[in-house]
């Protein structure tokens, strides 16, 4: 097991253009989960799912925001119309669904410029 | 809603000293999971140590305890025999339900000192 993979590690990007983020979880884990977290900042939640079902996506930051998990397998974070605000880190987890503890990736660190 | 705070932005340490690392939380949950993490520079994040709520004894990883005070909603790290290694930012973070996820204070950066 490799652990929590996202790809790319880092995506540098002019403002408007859209990003996509990979992750690909724990292949035993059901749960995942994506954050955002800003340079000095601890972790921003933005949305989870279970299996292929996106169980909360209120914490998006905006409807430039989306994520998928189509198979329930590995997951794809949408950023549309980029916004130099969205320069960060974006972290990706997983967990087993009977457990607390989030496993996490390297992250992905978009520049918007 | 609940919150972490994490009161200490920076904090340094002598190599084999002991430091603490304080965090304080709010819910009103009465069954939940608090938890430490740790970034060192430009790496990923990894769990240090867990401790479930509704277990008074308190939490033990090799070098790494906390002191968990559920009636003051504390919940402190302490760092034994510190090493370079242990150079990071170290996260505060509380799960309360079903999902999950975690809510995280915004950090402390620790250093090592040789």
């Known amino acids: 097991d490799t652990g929590v993979s996202q790809d790319p590690r880092h995506k540098i990007t002019k403002r408007g253009q859209n990003v996509t983020f990979r992750c690909d979880p724990i292949s035993e884990h059901n749960r995942l989960y994506w954050y955002r977290q800003t340079l000095g900042q601890g972790p921003e939640f933005l949305t989870y799912f279970q299996n292929e079902a996106q169980l909360e996506k209120s914490r998006l930051l905006s409807d430039r925001f989306s994520a998928e998990r189509p198979k329930g397998s590995f997951s794809t974070l949408e950023i549309q119309r980029t916004e130099q605000g969205d320069s960060a880190m974006y972290l990706c987890?997983?967990?087993?669904?009977?457990?607390?503890?989030?496993?996490f990736g390297a992250g992905s660190r978009l520049t918007v410029l | 809603a609940q919150t972490v705070t994490q009161s200490q932005p920076e904090m340094s340490v002598q190599e084999a000293e002991t430091v603490t690392l304080s965090c304080t939380y709010d819910?009103?949950?009465?069954?939940?999971?608090l938890f430490w993490y740790k970034q060192p520079p430009s790496r990923q994040m990894i769990l240090v140590i867990r401790?479930?709520?509704?277990?008074?004894q308190n939490a033990t990883e090799n070098r790494f305890s906390v002191n968990f005070q559920k009636a003051a909603k504390s919940f402190s790290l302490k760092i034994s025999d510190s090493q370079l290694g242990d150079t990071a930012m170290y996260f505060c973070a509380f799960n309360g339900g079903s999902q999950g996820n975690l809510i995280f204070g915004k950090g402390t950066k620790l250093s090592v000192k040789p």
């Open positions: 819910t009103s949950e009465s069954n939940y999971y």
């Open positions: 401790q479930e709520a509704y277990k008074q």
């Open positions: 987890a997983s967990s087993d669904s009977g457990a607390n503890v989030l496993t």
